[in-house]
């Protein structure tokens, strides 16, 4: 399988994140982005990536721990494959999950 890096035109974009000690950090947003035939991962670190991709004539949003098997990750059963719909609405409640977190510091 070849492995392609999401396409950019000029500068790469970037986004400006607030870190935990309040200062503003420019993040690459298409580091750790890869699209593979019909998939896109996007790595959270190295063992936790989500994957877009299709199962069954449906789009699943999949969040996943990997494991390392002798330099290969691999799925473990530790995350969650969301529809559409159920992503649709995790994302409409992004301020209230931010919210609570700030919250519980």
Sequence with gaps: MDKKKAPYMGKKPTKKVKTDEGDDEKVDLLAGISVNDDNVTIDL????????????????????????DKGELKPTKKGISL???????LKAHIKDIDEAIANMK
């Design 83 to 89: 529809t559409t719909e159920v992503w649709t609405k």
């Design 45 to 68: 670190n190295s063992r936790k990536k989500v994957c877009i991709r299709k199962f069954r004539k449906q789009t699943l949003i999949d969040i996943r721990e990997y494991w390392d």
